[in-house]
């Protein structure tokens, strides 16, 4: 029988936070350039308007799951899944990222460090 499935290393939660903040950056620079060609209200434009939206409920729902797997104020802080700005993603997550690889823990052991 297969492991019961129970969330994800924080690790991990902050490498999807990149992921998806970047995939989201993509869909909205392709949603800019569709509605630079077509309205609003067409088809093409509708569609664009809501290229993010699937995305944006996966970030929070994983913004709920991670703050309730690492309830631990310094194991966790909501710019991992809502990565405000560089400078202060690296003063507030980086750290909880350091803090987990001091273990050598085996789900990101050799892992270089993730930038915003
Ligand atoms: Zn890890």
Redesign the pocket.
């Given at each position: 029988m297969p492991a019961p499935k129970t969330g994800l290393?924080?690790?991990?939660h902050i490498l999807l936070g990149l992921q998806l903040l970047q995939a989201r950056e993509l869909l909205m620079e392709a949603a800019q350039t569709v509605r630079s060609g077509y309205a609003k209200s067409s088809k093409a434009g509708t569609l664009a308007g809501r290229l993010t939206d699937s995305l944006d409920s996966l970030r929070s729902e994983l913004d709920d799951r991670s703050a309730g797997e690492h309830p631990a104020n310094e194991d966790w802080a909501p710019n991992i899944y809502y990565g405000a700005n560089a400078e202060t993603w690296a003063q507030t997550v980086l750290p909880i990222w350091h803090r987990?690889?001091a273990g050598n823990?085996?789900?990101?052991?050799g892992?270089p460090e993730p930038t915003r």
């Open positions: 290393p924080v690790c991990q987990h690889q823990p085996d789900c990101c052991a892992m």
